[in-house]
């Protein structure tokens, strides 16, 4: 739209960064039948992959000002600057996948209206 | 609270919460007093003014004197509540106090206006007044800060809505709820659709565009716009124009409404149930419904709007959002689709202070039900008696907030394409909440009692 508008609403924009995936990839250790040392091992790998990729969407998403909370097992990180969509383009233009995060927006009163 | 989105807030900081608190703390202490044997304090607290007349003043005087200590002790014990709920919610306490006091005094003078026989016959009752009241002077005067401070329409509104749980029983609820979310269903997504389609497809909108205007316009006015807003990624912009039309289209249903319940001589349990069907938001209807000057309206208002629309709006969130993801942005090229959507989304955008509604209609329901008959009888009487009046004075509170905060020239230029796809939801809501509470579930409406 063209016209001049006045913003009503203040936002956050969050992106949920899953430390561990959700559902745990345990198939890692069973995918070669019983259990061994090196399946664990595997599955410990894929867990520091996933915290380095973690990592690095937290290094790019620090350069846009997010700020950084721990809940549970997942990092939020936070901003009320950037709007939902450009968060998530801009990830995406840094070569993470939509499905390696996940975004929230969530818009409130600027003043007390109705 | 007002600014910052709740989300970023810890529960103890949040607006719902205090709401909560206040409204069945309120109802858990009434009801201590009651059955302590010493109701005197809340009696007097809950002050009501009489009707009187232009040339017959004196009863007002009368009525007004005799009120002087309750007002005091209503400013008093509401002005500690807010003011521990503003420290918790980091509110600045002195300004908010001084504004409480400017609006609280505004507010019993609307009050003894309202009682007038000459401006009740214009359907000019406290509600309008109040709203009128508010609109008149924030839109011709600029208001200091520190009264703006006290201007929390949607903390009085919920904390009302919660005290009205009290009063409602939660057998009605059970009876008439079903038939509230059946009605509700029809229209909400009849209107929705009828917004969203005239949005993408008439006028060529974003499909998030659309759907905050479809939200704003069906599900629950502006906290609807804000919600289906944040779980499609809308932008800033858009939900702007959406609640500007919802503010719009609410202020000018407050005034219309009860004139056409009226003129169309309908019942007031209809009545409220096509105010709470076709307004678009809750402080508004509340307003509508109240200047019926029939706790009914307020009662089948309040089935209709609270259980039927509001507690809703997380579903519609999360169907709004999977068809962002999966759809809308991956035809935007911002991904394919593959993000996560999960169903706690339900859980974040649902109504918080609806719980502590049906918490306090659950407790006076059982309360009454396992006492002996004539106590019962007593105890709605006297307690629930006293909840209604204070409930009315929190939405009192309310009117004159949206009144003040209603500046039309702060509301978002919206264009025609929004306001044109607004409107034909518009036009296909209040025909059709009209013939649905008049006449398909009429039964239903009537027989709330």
């Not at chain 2, 026989?117 to 600029?142: C, D, H, I, R």
């Amino acid at each position: 739209m063209s016209e001049p508008y006045k913003p009503m609403v203040n936002h956050l924009t969050r992106i949920i960064l899953n430390l561990v995936e959700d559902p745990v990839p345990y198939d890692i250790i069973t995918r070669q039948g019983t259990p061994s040392p090196g399946s664990v091992r595997s599955f410990g790998e894929h867990l520091a992959g996933r915290a380095g990729r973690v990592a690095a969407m937290m290094e790019a998403l620090a350069a846009r000002g997010f700020v950084f909370k721990l809940e549970k097992n997942r990092v939020l990180a936070d901003s009320e600057t950037m709007e939902a969509q450009d968060a998530k383009r801009y990830l995406l233009s840094q070569g993470f996948a939509d499905n390696e995060f996940q975004v929230l927006l969530e818009y409130a009163r600027k003043w007390d209206v109705l | 609270m007002a600014g910052a989105p709740q989300s970023a807030l810890p529960w103890y900081e949040r607006e719902d919460t205090w709401a909560i608190i206040i409204g069945l703390g309120l109802t858990f202490l009434i009801t201590i007093a009651f059955f302590a044997g010493g109701m005197g304090f809340f009696k007097t607290m809950a002050v009501s003014i009489s009707s009187w007349e232009f040339g017959k003043m004196d009863k007002l005087w009368v009525s007004l004197g005799k009120s002087t200590t309750g007002m005091i002790y209503l400013f008093v014990f509401f002005m500690a509540a807010f003011c521990v709920a503003a420290k918790t919610m980091k509110l600045n306490v002195g300004n908010y106090a001084a504004g409480f006091t400017v609006l609280f005094i505004i507010s019993l003078f609307i009050t003894a206006l309202g009682g007038n026989g000459t401006l009740k016959w214009f359907q000019l009752e406290t509600p309008v007044l109040a709203l009128l009241f508010g609109m008149l002077v924030s839109n011709l005067v600029t208001l200091p800060g520190w009264f703006k401070s006290a201007l929390k329409t949607e903390f009085y509104v919920k904390t009302g809505i919660v005290l009205m749980g009290a009063t409602l029983p939660f057998t009605i609820i059970l009876q008439a709820g079903p038939m509230a979310m059946l009605q509700a269903t029809i229209v909400a997504a009849t209107t929705f659709f009828s917004i969203f389609f005239a949005a993408t497809k008439l006028f060529g909108l974003d499909p998030r565009f659309g759907a905050c205007l479809g939200a704003g316009g069906s599900i629950c006015g502006v906290s609807g716009a804000i919600a289906i807003g944040g779980a499609c990624r809308a932008e800033k912009e858009h939900v702007s124009v959406a609640i500007s039309l919802v503010i719009v289209w609410a202020v000018v249903m407050v005034v219309l409404l009860p004139i056409w319940c009226k003129a169309l001589g309908m019942d007031a349990g209809p009545a409220g149930a096509w105010i709470g069907t076709s307004e678009f938001a809750d402080a508004a209807g509340f307003a509508a419904a109240a200047n019926m000057g029939d706790e009914r309206a307020i009662k089948t208002f309040t089935l209709m709007k609270v259980v039927g629309r509001d507690m809703f709006v997380g579903i519609w969130a999360l169907m709004v959002a999977y068809l962002s993801v999966t759809v809308w942005e991956k035809k935007d090229g911002n991904g394919n689709g593959k993000e996560r959507v999960d169903i706690g989304e339900i859980w974040r955008r649902f109504p918080k202070f609806v719980i502590g509604f049906f918490v306090a209609s659950i407790f006076t329901t059982i309360l009454i039900a396992s006492v002996a008959p004539k106590v019962g009888a007593a105890y709605s009487k006297d307690a629930l008696g006293v909840i209604k009046t204070l409930r009315g004075w929190t939405f009192t509170w309310t009117f004159l907030s949206i009144g003040f905060t209603t500046r039309f020239r702060e509301l978002t230029a919206t264009g025609w394409k929004p306001f044109a796809a607004f409107t034909i939801g518009v036009l296909i809501n209040v025909p059709l909440g009209y013939w649905l509470s008049n006449h398909v579930f009429v039964d239903y409406w009537l027989n709330v009692k």
